[in-house]
């Protein structure tokens, strides 16, 4: 029985559950950023100290819906909120046990031209059939990143050129998070993408059609 439990709250560390198919590129040492939702305006620094070696299963055994986690634990680094002003007043720290943060692990960092992920569609070399998903779910999201993977599918963006119309261009994608994607070659510096809904570029635009530039407030805007 637990009686009396001891903790240094000088050295604080964020509880967070990595899924099962972004474990292995999780190492001890990583660094990582940290937002806390009790200092909305900052972002403090972080390195991976621990990772379970077992899973925790959320759902049951027999549920679609079971999803495989590991525990990761991530050292908050005291000289990221050193200047913090605020917080608890009577810890050696700004935060409490309990807070509810965000994390975001770097498991590998590269220099180079990023672009927005849903930039890039894809088309299938053997069948010269463009093939798409909406990645609005999770699970279509992954197959977006399964496809940008695929070494036998062919990438591509459309550039905004001067006529108003837009021109599609192969290129050769790295590495990716959640919203942007590396470029390794295809593109230069300056040039301008076509973003937007993913499912309107891969399905809908074509090679020279004339589009309108405009801003993302005004493209996801509800009709009055």
């Known amino acids: 029985t637990e009686i009396m439990r001891i903790s240094n709250l000088s050295s604080m560390e964020v ?5 099962e198919n972004d474990i292995n590129r999780v190492n001890v040492g990583d660094s990582a950023v940290i937002e806390v939702d009790a200092f909305a305006d ?16 959320v759902g049951t055994t027999t549920s679609v819906d079971q999803v495989t986690n590991f525990n990761v634990k991530v050292r908050i ?33 590269l220099k180079g031209l990023a672009i927005p992920i849903q930039c890039v569609f894809t088309e299938d070399a053997n069948k010269n059939k463009k093939e798409g998903d909406n990645p609005s779910t999770d699970a279509n ?18 550039l905004y050129t001067a006529t108003g119309t837009v021109k599609r261009a192969e290129v050769t ?17 300056g040039q301008e993408v076509v973003t937007g809904p993913y499912s309107a570029i891969q399905n809908k635009l074509k090679d020279g059609m004339a589009v309108e530039k405009t801003t993302k407030d005004q493209l996801f805007a509800s009709p009055k």
């Open 15 to 19: 509880n967070v559950d990595v899924n």
């Open 141 to 158: 999201s992954d197959k977006q990143k399964s496809k940008l993977n695929d070494k036998t599918i062919k990438q591509y963006v459309y």
């Open 173 to 189: 994608t790295g590495i990716q998070n959640d919203q942007y994607i590396i470029v390794k070659s295809g593109l230069k510096a």
């Open 42 to 57: 900052k972002k403090f620094k972080g390195v991976v100290t621990e990772i379970a070696s077992s899973s925790k299963d």
């Open 77 to 109: 680094v005291a000289d990221s909120y050193s200047d913090v002003k605020g917080g608890a007043k009577d810890l050696p720290s700004p935060f409490r046990p309990g807070l509810s943060a965000t994390v975001d692990i770097e498991s590998q960092s």
